[in-house]
């Protein structure tokens, strides 16, 4: 099992940033893959952003490419979605996922947080 908490949320006008934290208790972290997915009301939850065990690679949608930023730190069992540019369109809950069969896809997610709530105003 892998235990995630997610913090960082909050509210947010247009053009502005937010720092999403996600902690991780419980199996290896390092052994898994870890990304970020949203769900916003009445629509299915989507990818935004993956980074596999290493770091070392990253994937995005492309309704975020060039806006956010996915890291993590091994040590500190943790993992960041850096939040630039935000639209009203990014409001979403959004959730922390850990898995270990893939990265772009939320089907390929084992373990969830709780989700933290983005809400960005025009």
């Known amino acids: 099992q892998v235990q995630l908490v997610e913090s960082g949320g909050g509210s947010v006008q247009a053009g502005g940033s937010l720092r999403l934290s996600c902690g991780a208790s419980?199996?290896?972290?390092?052994?898994?893959?870890m990304g970020w997915c949203r769900q916003a009301p009445g629509k299915e939850r989507e990818f935004v952003a993956g980074?596999?065990?290493?770091?070392?690679?990253?994937y995005y949608a492309d309704f975020v490419k060039g806006r956010f930023t996915i890291s993590r730190d091994n040590a500190k069992r943790t993992v960041y979605l850096q939040m630039n540019s935000l639209k009203p369109e990014d409001t979403a809950v959004y959730y922390c996922?850990?898995?270990?069969?893939?990265?772009?896809?939320?089907?390929?997610?084992?373990?969830w947080g709780q989700g933290t709530q983005v809400t960005v105003s025009s």
């Open positions: 980074i596999s065990w290493s770091g070392g690679s990253t």
């Open positions: 419980g199996r290896t972290f390092r052994n898994y893959a």
């Open positions: 996922a850990a898995g270990r069969d893939g990265i772009a896809e939320v089907t390929v997610y084992d373990y």
